[in-house]
Structures are given as C-alpha cells and as structure tokens.
C-alpha cells in the first residue's frame, strides 16, 4: 500500500452497519485505506479507546439570517461552523434568505459575502422563497437549480415569510419543473394571528403562551394543506420540525398513498415539553421555537416517527438568539 498522509489509529470505526476497530488511512482530504496494522505516515492520531464516527450532516440551519427589524441571529458562519465542528458536524446547510422585494440572486450573492473565509466546515446553501414573483419563478430559480441550488424553504406563517396558497403552488410548480425538493414550514397563519391577538388583549404574553397561539391543530391543518397543494402538483416536499403525532400521522398516511411526502423532526421536540417555557423571569423563553415544545405524548410521537421512517431527515434547526440582547 502507497504511504497515506494520516493515519487514525486503532479507533472503532462505527459504519451503517458495524463497529470494527481498525486504522484509517487519509490522503488528500479522503479516506484512501481501512485495516489493520496500515503502517507509518506522516502524522499519526492515537484513537484508542476512542469511536470514530463519520461526520454529521446538520441540513437545516440558520446563521446570519435577520429575523426583524434590528434583530440578526447570535451565529455568524465563523461562530456557527465552529460550533458545528466541536459538535461533530462537518457539513452545514443554512439558508440563503431572500427578502421582500430582493432578486433572489442577489440573497445568494449576499449569503456567500457572509460565509466568505469564515467557514470551519463545509457549508452548503438552500433558499428561502419569500418574493414569488414571475422573474424569481421563471429566470432566477431555474437559474439557481442549474447551479446546483436544488432545495428552497417555502413559509406558512410569519408575517414577512408567509406564502398564500396561490403562491405556494406557483413555487411547487416550478420544482417540479426543475426538479427541486421544496421545505415546507407548516403552520396556519391566520389561525396564529387569531390566537395570538385574543392572548395579548388578555395580557397573557408570558413565554408559555407561545405554545398557546401555536396548538397541534394550527400545525396539523397546514401540514396536511401543503401536503394536498403538493399532490395537485405532483412535486415533493418535506416537512420540517414537525412537533407532533398528529401532523405526523399526515405525512404518514400521505407516504402510504405513495406521494413523495418527507418528515423532518428535531432535538427540541424529543427532550422538551411546553412546560420548559414556564420558568421564572422569562427564562421560559430560552425555549420558544416555532412550532413550539408540546408534551411527552408528542414526544414519544416524533421518537417513533423516527423509528419507524416516517421522519427521513433529523436536524437541529439552529436558530440562536442571545437571552440577555434585544437585537439577538
């Protein structure tokens, strides 16, 4: 065998299907050997006693991202990736967020400025869809998907973020088109709105009524709304930091009909429950997430989506705000 560069000496290796121990040879960046006993190189890691695992995927981030006037995400790419590598991540997958009124081109080239030599890890884009219009659908999006931009985030909440269903089966029409996976966050509006408005009249704006504004039915419906606007286009979609069993038992029976229906679910939905956002002097907020933390039956829901395929994808949704910094 050529003498490797690196050698990872004696670790176990965990694969797909196994855990062996053994070395691993790198050359150029890439594993060039596995086995025993390879030999010398020119630098050498003792991983006895050590797991040696491949690196993880995280395909669902937000680093950089504005979130409202004067409020920017806590992560930059610098902060982020480097987090990610102390994690055990080697590949990241933020969003490129287009802005109202913005070329989606252009949130490309902005999101790349923003990476740019601060990068620890691999980092990979999607888009955010939040501008529809007919230049962004018919010349820049198959643009982009010919450059190799072939997942984008489409919302169903948010004020600024929010697509009707008119335009949401515009954007699933043109993946379909080009061959694109469209990401579908999966709450009702109007029904937020509704919800949120009648709470703030009560002065009920504690951090356990965010679960409140956002019950299981508001997430349910628009899952199972973005999943019959998809049917109608025949495009595939995945639906992300899915919270519960009922959104869930959506998709699932969505894939049971054979439509190219994907589940998402994340960390926050198997080891918080709404109660964690009910702590003293706001610390309940350190937990808020859209959609929100339900309780252990959605939590032993989202375990089982795991176990039994329904979820394909396990991602963190990194989206971090500083507790103690109104500008996040």
Known sequence: MAEVETIIRGGRIATASDTFEAD????????AALGLNLGQANRVIDAKGKLVLPGGIDSHVHLAQPSGPGIVMAD?????????????????????????GQSLRQAVKDYHAKAEGKCLVDVSFHLIISDPTPQ?????????????????????????????????????????????LVMVHAENYDAIRFLTERL?????????????SRPIPVEREATHRAISLAEIVDVPIMIVHVSNGEAMEQIRWAQGR???????????????????????????????????????????????????????????????????????
């Open 24 to 31: 691993i040879g790198i050359s150029g960046g890439r594993i």
């Open 76 to 100: 930059d790419f610098e902060s982020g990736t480097t987090s990610a590598a102390f994690g055990g991540n080697t590949l990241l997958m933020p969003f490129c967020l287009q802005q109202k």
């Open 200 to 212: 703030e009249r009560a002065g009920k704006t504690a951090p356990r009524f965010h679960a409140t």
């Open 258 to 328: 054979g439509l190219k229906v994907f589940g998402e679910t994340c960390p926050q939905y198997l080891v918080l429950t709404e109660k964690d956002l009910d702590g003293l002097n706001m610390e309940g907020a350190k937990y808020v997430c859209s959609p929100p933390p339900r309780d252990e039956a959605s939590q032993a829901a989202c375990w089982n989506g795991l176990q039994t395929g329904v979820f394909k994808v396990f991602s963190s949704d990194h989206c971090p705000f500083r507790y103690d910094d109104v500008q996040g």
């Open 136 to 180: 962004v659908l018919g010349q820049e999006l198959p643009a982009l998907v010919d450059d190799g931009y072939t997942s984008f985030k489409v919302f169903m909440t948010y004020q600024d973020l929010a697509l009707n269903d008119l335009q949401l089966l515009e954007v699933f029409s043109t993946a379909r088109e080009t061959g694109a």
